[in-house]
């Protein structure tokens, strides 16, 4: 009776919901932050007939306790919220693996690599090349296929993000809790990583953000950066440098094609 639970008359039905999306979710882990029972419950987009849209299917046992499990609906609703909380929302609707396409050796290789990191347990996959080659396209594609795995995913983009903790590193509790969101989730993509003028805030940061999953177990970093691999290790040798030590076999090179001056 894999996955059934006894139902606990205690539980109000958004408590009963928020266990079972929790039950759903691979990574185990708990968020930090208090749920918002009706964020919870919000059955999302998804309308399905066999539970309707309660989330669990109930069954009666002949001696008449009543057991529930989640109903498969909870999986898609599940993947829907991680969607949201990751940031990924806009990105997630247009690219995919499916639309990405392999006219060279170079993509076809990017593909591959992508796909087999989403099935390996590597912790780090790195991504270089000009802008317009596609990084931000296979990344979220990786994220995306992470997401559907039930991946708790967060997307980061470097030179806004990066610049708003700076702001806030003296207030505290305010930071600590963006921060450690940025360690401690189980995938994290952080897009065009060291891009503006990099100063030893910018370092510590990265270290901060970084060390932390270098060292962590069952975590998974997406990195897309302009810099080439050599250049990275120059600025930041010491973050740097472990990353591409994890990285080995998914430090990849986009091709130089620009496709937003592709002619179409
Ligand atoms: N291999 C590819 N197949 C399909 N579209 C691609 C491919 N490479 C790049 N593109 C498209 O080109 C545009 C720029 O790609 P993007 O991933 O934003 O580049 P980057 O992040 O490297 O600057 C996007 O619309 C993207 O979908
Ligand atoms: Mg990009
Ligand atoms: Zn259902």
Known sequence: ME????????MSRAES???LMQSCQR???TTTEPENPMKAANLDNVDCPICNNTGYILRVDEEGIQWSRPCECMKKRVSLRN????????????YSFDNYQTPGEAQKKIKQKAEMFVKSDAPFFIISGLTGSGKTHICTAICKALIEDNWKTKYMVWRTDAA????IVNEGPAYEKEINRLRNV????????????????DVNLAFTILNDRYNGEGKKTIISTEMPITELLRVDAATCG???ERARGYTLQAPNENWRLKGG
């Open 164 to 167: 708003h903790l700076k702001s």
């Open 17 to 19: 919901i928020i266990a």
């Open 83 to 94: 969607i949201e909380d990751s940031g990924l929302r806009d990105l997630v609707k247009r």
């Open 186 to 201: 189980p995938v994290l993509y952080i897009d065009d990583f060291y891009k503006g003028s990099i100063s030893e805030a």
């Open 3 to 10: 996955g059934l639970q006894k139902i606990n008359p205690y």
């Open 27 to 29: 990574d185990g882990t």
């Open 242 to 244: 472990r990353i591409v």
